[in-house]
Structures are given as structure tokens and as C-alpha cells.
């Protein structure tokens, strides 16, 4: 299968969460690129501020300033940043956060599971499918 090298923009508050996704993308020997914002304040900022926008956003929903529902809306709002395929990752099954997501235009919502060796299983079949998409460069 041929499949395109991402460029990701993972919004994380926890570092220890940061670190677990580019170690798995290592382990899966993965060349894609990660670009870490703490919060969505940060993210907005960087999205605005930078002429290439990232083929997808991993994004979590709990975080401090701007929460992931809160930064989704804004970005949802915006002609220029609206079409980025965002992908809800978070612990959070609560199916008000879910619907919520979905309402706002989320390309997907993927639970962060306990486990180390089914998070990477689960974060293998997210950037396997995302990587064979058509993604708009702009």
C-alpha cells in the first residue's frame, strides 16, 4: 500500500500523552511529522500563524484555556481551517462529549485505551487510514 507521510498537529496537555504518541509512531517506524501544542489557545495561534496547516489534527478533549470542544467550535467557524480533519483523542466515552464532537464536525473520536499495545494498535489504524485519504493542501 502506498501511503503519503503525514504531517500531524497533536493538542495535548500531558506531556507523558505527547511522549506516548511520538514514541509510537517511532516503534511503528512511522516517518510521520508531529507538532505538539499544549492547548488550544496555543494551536489556534500556531494555525494562524503558519502558512502550511497540518493534514490532520489529533486533538484532546480536556484541557486547560481552551478545552478540545471549545477550540473545535472556533476552528469549525474559520473559512481557512474548517476542512482539517480533526480526530478527537481523549478518555472521555461520555456520549455527550461524543455527540457533541460529531454536531461540531469531528472526523473522528477515538478513546485512548488503557492499555500501551492497544493504544498503538488503535493509533496504527488511525494514521493507516488518514495516510491513504486525499487530504487538501492549502
Known amino acids: 500500500m502506498n501511503s503519503k507521510k503525514l ?5 495535548e496537555d500531558d506531556a507523558i500523552e505527547v511522549m506516548k504518541l511520538q514514541r509510537t509512531i517511532k516503534s511503528l ?3 510521520h511529522t508531529v507538532s505538539v501544542a499544549n492547548d488550544g489557545e496555543e494551536a489556534l495561534g500556531y494555525l ?7 493534514d490532520i489534527i ?33 478518555t472521555s466515552s461520555n456520549p455527550k462529549d461524543l455527540k457533541e464532537c460529531y454536531r461540531l464536525g469531528i472526523a473522528g473520536y ?7 499495545e492497544d493504544y498503538v494498535t488503535k493509533i ?9 485519504n486525499e487530504l487538501i493542501k492549502f
Open 124 to 132: 496504527k489504524l488511525l494514521l493507516e487510514y488518514w495516510s491513504i
Open 110 to 116: 477515538v478513546i485512548k485505551p488503557l492499555q500501551y
Open 48 to 54: 494562524q500563524n503558519n502558512a502550511v496547516h497540518p
Open 58 to 90: 489529533l486533538l484532546d478533549l480536556n484541557m486547560p484555556k481552551l478545552n478540545g470542544v471549545e477550540f473545535l467550535s472556533i476552528l469549525k467557524r474559520d473559512e481557512n481551517l474548517k476542512y482539517l480533519p480533526t480526530i478527537m483523542l481523549t
Open 29 to 31: 517506524s512511522l516517518d
Open 7 to 11: 504531517t500531524i498537529l497533536l493538542i
